[in-house]
């Protein structure tokens, strides 16, 4: 008997939009005490089936247009409003991508908690409050009591995360609706929250419906798995099974996309040293009285003592999770930040002291490919003149560099017709195809790719990847490829620099840091890799 | 260029207010031809109502035409509405652009600055510059930009600071472009909107505010505006409604039409606003 079983649903799109259906003829069932992961990439529709269940699509665009979700014999496509309330935190209660968003800022922990029983439940104030301790204490919260009085923005985002889903269980409800709960949370975090959720769903005998794209993720989690294409459910089946022999052409080139875990072979290494960056240091502060006089309210060491070397044709990786200093090095690095101390050596000369007009001659040799495909471009510039800017400004005459820049989109694997087109009419892989000729088109020594392919799905990361590849391959370059991904720094780079509250914890060849990390964090991070029992495109997968 | 239009069409109160401002432009555009003598002139009988002795909305205590004065006095309205928008639009832009774009001390000083202007009542702060250059359009135009720029510098840093620590703004730096390019070339055009639209509500409030310094009689004595006619049938209200109410009405029509237009420009040019139903 199943829990919740949703037959035939289509999601009507409003008029004018790409497809008539964001979700067409969807059948997916789910059973007590059972985790099925719906698993897609962006725009596939598995988002809107999860709000369709929760009677929360986005009216009165879209809708249900057919189909049913019966849940425990009722149809909440059906239901009216009241009802729906009733259900809603009770009944079916469910978890956002982003506990910072997904909580209220100005109300504590303990008052939201709090709330879910008043809606829902004729509880004294008292019991109530021994409710939401016990609650707290369930997901392992340190010190429930003082976490009920403190506000969203005093916890970590692991800890809003598990808040989320102390609220989320607070009346046991008997399916648990997870968007993404771990897609924003760092690799060690999601690792643990992924645990808290499969302990709870067994302690609570609850069904889960999980939302992801992460395949590692399915793989740690997973009983069953529903994977969406273009809003329809195009494979189902165990995880065992969809796993080590997925039957549909678009799971199997999905999985495939998937970077495994091994690290790449080893190329020899190259004796001439591109880049060297000795003992970097970055604070930031913020704060402070007027016209900056006073002592900084806040001080952050966001680099420290920050060491490495760049050889020619190599790509140096730098890993870790949000706020270890990764971004600041690289900004460094590029001169986007000024450091505070240490020596950045390019081509003998040091960068860092460097003004403005004396960096100039430098700003060529080195350039970055950001990671927020939308933000990277501007929205107002045409794409040929965006990749022709840095030649024009460098001193090439606007035809040459416009030749350049036709030549440039061909070898990205664009069609030089885009020339004239503006950065919206793109997708988000072609977008950053453009960022990365824009940062060609200098025809620099050193790329720094600052997480390049974290805001792509996992098929065009894929091909991004390779795209650089080639390129590094083509044009000798030596890259310095900032990830948070493990399993794309295994794929891209020759060398990793581990780094933690902005120090470099360890760094050595990629094959040497994955066999045998030495220090403890790297252990974690490595440990903490969804799926690590998975390796794509092989059938090593074994059920748990 | 299309979708703009089709967009802004949406909005229906825009439309009809961009007819009034149209129909308001060709009055001061024409007023010359329609009513070739000088507004000041005396034309015939003083207070003649409304249609009669050929005056078409009546003529003042001294006989001066209304509709004639009406008329001149759009071509004023609408010239210093729009000459102190610019003179305040250009003035903030450039405050709100490097206040924005640098920071630190010169955004602390500029921002101070505009805070200072901004503690003093804009109406009062506008009557005294007047008072004290003298009645001229050139001092009413600077008056009015004066105490109308600290709004559109604050909207702007804001724009700024935002768009500058955005990564196509960064990818800029990379490339070794300089402030003033990155500046006007790349983040001006993304702050484009907002400036349109607020300077489309400021062209609405510079005629109210050269209105009331005309009432005030601190308006340019040689040149025919509302708020002069206003002022001088004031006292003539109960005997003859018709000198202060046209000139009246005219100020609250072209003010509301500038209103519609500037919403109807923000719903078009505002992409968070579009999905409005």
């Known amino acids: 008997m199943s829990l919740l079983e949703i037959t035939d649903l289509h999601i009507a799109l409003p008029e004018g939009s790409q497809r008539p259906y964001a979700v067409e003829a969807a059948n997916l069932h789910l059973a007590p005490n059972e985790i099925l992961c719906v698993v897609g990439e962006s725009g596939s529709g598995k988002s809107l089936t999860a709000r369709a269940v929760m009677g929360l699509l986005p009216k009165p665009h879209v809708k249900v247009a057919k189909g049913a979700v019966n849940f425990q014999g009722e149809d909440l496509a059906a239901a009216p409003d009241a009802r729906m309330r009733d259900i809603r935190g009770s009944e079916i209660s469910m978890i956002f ?143 065992a099974k969809i796993l080590s022999s997925p039957e549909h052409p678009y799971t199997q080139s999905l999985m495939a996309a998937v970077p495994s875990l091994t690290p790449r072979p080893a190329r020899p290494r190259s004796e001439d040293k591109v880049l060297e960056v000795k003992n970097l240091d970055k604070v930031y502060r913020s704060g402070g009285a007027l016209f900056g006089l006073g002592k900084p309210a806040r001080e952050v060491h966001a680099a420290e003592d920050v060491t490495l070397d760049l050889r020619r044709g190599e790509t140096l990786g730098i890993v870790g999770e949000s706020g270890s200093g990764k971004s600041t090095v690289a900004r460094c690095i590029v001169r986007l930040h000024d450091a505070d101390a240490g020596e950045i ?5 040091d960068l ?144 990793l620099a581990v780094m933690r509250y902005g120090r470099v914890v360890e760094e050595g060849a990629t094959a040497t840091v994955f066999a045998s990390p030495t220090h403890e964090y790297t252990k974690a991070l490595l440990d903490a890799v969804p799926g690590k029992s998975w390796t794509p495109g092989s059938d090593t997968f074994a059920a748990q | 260029m299309v979708g703009f239009w089709t967009r802004f069409r949406r909005n229906r109160s825009a439309v009809l207010g961009l ?44 006989g ?123 983040i001006l055009p993304n702050c484009l909107s907002p400036i349109i639209v607020i300077g489309s509500l400021m062209v609405a409030t510079a005629i109210l505010i050269e209105s009331g310094l005309a009432f005030l009689g601190l308006g340019d004595p040689n040149i025919m505006s509302w708020g002069f006619q206003i002022g001088a049938g004031r006292t003539l209200l109960r005997s003859a409604w018709w000198v202060c109410t046209f000139p009246g009405i005219a100020i609250l029509i072209t003010v509301l039409a500038i209103n519609l237009v500037g919403e109807g420009l923000n719903d078009a040019l505002n992409p968070r606003l579009r999905e409005r139903t």
């Open chain 1, 345 to 349: 050596i390019l081509d003998g000369a």
């Open chain 2, 64 to 186: 001066r035409d209304v509709a004639a004065g009406m008329a001149h006095g759009a071509k004023t309205s609408l010239l210093i509405g729009l000459l102190a928008t610019i003179v305040a639009v250009t003035v903030g832009v450039l405050m709100g652009a490097l206040a924005g774009y640098y920071g630190g001390w010169i955004d602390d000083l500029l921002m101070r600055t505009t805070e200072m202007f901004q503690t003093i009542p804009s109406f009062i702060f506008a009557i005294l510059l007047v008072a004290i250059m003298k009645p001229s359009i050139e001092s009413i135009v600077i008056a009015i930009a004066v105490v109308s720029w600290p709004a559109v510098a604050r909207l702007v840093r804001g724009e700024f600071l935002s768009l500058k620590n955005r990564e196509f703004v960064q990818a800029c730096h990379t490339l070794g472009m300089s402030d003033i390019r990155i500046m006007l070339g790349e």
């Open chain 1, 97 to 239: 991508q982003e506990p910072m968003t997904a909580l209220n800022p100005v109300m504590t922990i303990g008052k939201q908690i709090d709330e879910v029983f008043r809606f829902h439940a004729a509880m004294l104030g008292r019991e109530r409050r021994d409710r939401a301790l016990k609650l707290l204490d369930d997901v392992h919260l340190p010190d429930p009591t003082q976490i009920m009085s403190a506000y969203p923005h005093e916890l970590s985002g692991g800890q809003r995360q598990r808040a989320m889903i102390a609220m989320a269980l607070a009346l046991d409800p008997k399916v648990l609706i997870a968007d993404e709960p771990t897609t924003a949370l760092d690799v060690t975090t999601q690792a643990q929250i992924l645990k808290l959720i499969k302990e709870m769903q067994k302690a609570h005998d609850t069904g889960v419906l999980f939302i992801t794209h992460d395949f590692g993720v399915v793989a740690d989690i997973a009983d069953r798995v529903a994977v969406m294409q273009h809003g329809r459910v195009v494979e189902e089946g165990p995880t």
């Open chain 2, 19 to 62: 007819l009034i401002l149209a129909f308001v432009i060709l009055i001061a555009a024409t007023a010359q031809i329609i009513f070739p003598e000088d507004p000041f002139r005396l034309a015939g009988q003083a207070m003649a109502p409304p249609g009669e002795s050929g005056f078409l909305l009546g003529s003042d205590s001294l």
């Open chain 1, 352 to 495: 860092r002291p460097l003004g403005r007009a004396a960096l100039r001659p430098y700003r060529s040799k080195i350039q970055m490919v950001f990671q927020d495909p939308y933000a990277s471009l501007n929205p107002r510039t045409r794409v040929g003149k965006i990749i022709a800017l840095g030649p024009i400004i460098q001193g090439m005459s606007q035809q040459e560099a416009e030749d350049k820049a036709r030549e440039l989109l061909e070898i990205v694997g664009l069609d030089a017709r885009a020339f004239d087109r503006f950065p919206h009419e793109f997708s988000g892989g072609q977008r950053q195809r453009i960022g990365v000729a824009r940062a060609l088109a200098l025809e620099p020594q050193v790329l720094v790719a600052d997480e390049p392919v974290s805001a792509l799905d996992v098929s065009i990361q894929d091909q991004i990847l390779k795209l650089l590849d080639e390129i590094r391959e083509a044009m000798n370059l030596s890259m310095i490829f900032i990830t948070h991904d493990l399993r794309v720094a295994a794929q891209v780079c020759d060398r």
